[in-house]
């Protein structure tokens, strides 16, 4: 078996990624794939199998998954000559892929904390909200929380919120012990019936029917798919039916009925939500989704404020470009959806002249990095009064070193 060198901007293209060794280039590696949200089928390495696993990722011995996975890109994290040949031996054999990555010490190591320090660093949003505790919704929670939610799980209720039974039970299994409730309902404006496509990968899973003419998409991401009729619900009965009365921050990843679920919340609950994280396609892959703009000016007019664009990009299909370049990574990207992050519009948080609810606005911008934010938000509540100058010189402490200890992690919202 041969290996194949490539280049790291061009190791996102491939499909069912797993990665061998997850020492320091490994963890390097595994971010780089996650802030480019591409997903990993594994991570392989024989002294951490089967004692740990990372989020959603399980960790195999070489065996394992050999055995699990019969077609996969297997891509090296490490340096070590004698280990590459003892990979390739084991694998000569068998239909996995085999990549080394070019420069893969040009990825940039991640630091360390210690255990001391990474209780400090977990405890700094619980002192900042005491007795309040966050809702969070994760819409179309598929295969687990993502990495810039992982802080969530510490001090926040989250409820996932998965129409498929499958992988609503691997979430319950992965988040068994935290305060992390699975809701098995398909979610849409109207209380109603609707026909359900479950794609071949199932993060492409939609209650709108896969555009198989998107020329930007794979077409076996889609198929084959399976058509199941479910019954929907708006987002407000759900919350009614689970007794959940507040929510303040909700993530949707629904594959083009963002729009429809946010309309189906009443006024008074959605006005009462801080944040909002969805993606929405640009135009997207699927038939009769909404438009982004149309969304944005839904949001605009609940008071929030946008505060990023995230654009995921793509290039077309490679029978359109392999026979004729020689590296496809020199050829731009189309962008073909973005991940799209509001908040509350903080002059109205401000005229609610409620310091629970400033110290939720607060963490949930240090959990996305607006550190910057958090503390003009802390002038200005103390210039209405909201808080007096101790609260605000603690609370400055504490964001301060929520962004100094968080600089030691990938799972932020931006890319580096």
């Known amino acids: 078996m041969n290996i194949n060198f490539i280049a790291l901007e061009e190791i996102t293209r491939q499909r069912n990624i797993v990665i061998y060794g997850y020492g320091e280039y490994g963890k390097a590696l595994e971010k780089y794939l996650s802030d480019n949200r591409v997903s990993i089928l594994s991570i392989v390495d024989d002294s951490l199998a089967n004692t740990e696993s990372l989020k959603n990722i399980k960790i195999l011995t070489l ?30 054999n068998s239909l996995q892929e085999l990549y080394m990555i ?21 405890l700094i949003p619980k002192l900042m909200l005491k007795n309040t505790r966050l809702n969070a919704l994760d819409i179309g929670a598929a295969i687990g929380v993502q990495n810039h939610w992982i802080e969530l799980l510490g001090f926040a209720n989250i409820y996932a919120i998965e129409p498929c039974n499958e992988s609503a039970q691997k979430l319950r299994d992965l988040y068994d012990g935290y305060s992390y409730s699975v809701i098995e309902d398909a979610v849409a404006d109207t209380d109603g019936t609707r026909i359900f496509y479950i794609t071949n990968v199932p993060t492409g899973s939609s209650l709108l029917r896969p555009n198989l003419d998107y020329i930007y998409a794979e077409q076996d991401y889609f198929l084959p798919w399976k058509e199941v009729q479910v019954n929907v619900k708006s987002l407000q009965n759900i ?6 009365g507040y929510v303040d921050i909700i993530k949707i990843d629904t594959q083009g009925t963002e729009l429809d679920i946010l309309q189906g919340l009443d006024s008074a609950m959605l006005e009462g939500v801080l944040c909002v994280e969805f993606e929405a396609g640009l135009p997207g892959a699927y038939i009769a989704q909404k438009d982004f703009l ?13 505060f990023d664009l995230r654009p995921a990009k ?57 550190f910057d934010e958090a503390l003009y938000a802390l002038e200005q509540a103390l210039s209405c009064g909201i808080i007096d100058i101790k609260e605000k010189q603690d609370l400055c402490i504490q964001i301060s070193k929520w962004h100094d200890y968080k600089s030691h992690f990938w799972y932020h919202w931006f890319n580096y």
């Open 63 to 92: 065996d394992q998954m050999l055995s699990n996975f019969n077609d996969c890109s297997v891509v090296l994290s490490i340096l070590n000559s004698g280990t590459v040949l003892k990979v390739i031996k084991k694998i000569s």
């Open 102 to 122: 070019e420069n893969l010490e040009s990825l940039p190591l991640l630091p360390k904390l210690t255990s001391l320090e990474q209780e400090d660093y977990q």
């Open 239 to 244: 919350l009614n039916q689970n007794n959940i």
């Open 294 to 306: 149309e969304t944005h000016k839904f949001m605009l007019g609940c008071n929030f404020d946008l």
């Open 314 to 370: 793509a290039r077309l299909q490679p029978q359109y470009f392999e026979s004729r370049y020689k590296k496809n990574h020199t050829a731009s990207s189309k962008v073909h959806e973005v991940d799209v992050l509001y908040f509350k519009k903080l002059q109205n948080v401000l005229l609610l002249n409620n310091v629970d609810i400033l110290k939720k606005l607060l963490v949930l911008y240090c959990v996305y990095s607006y």
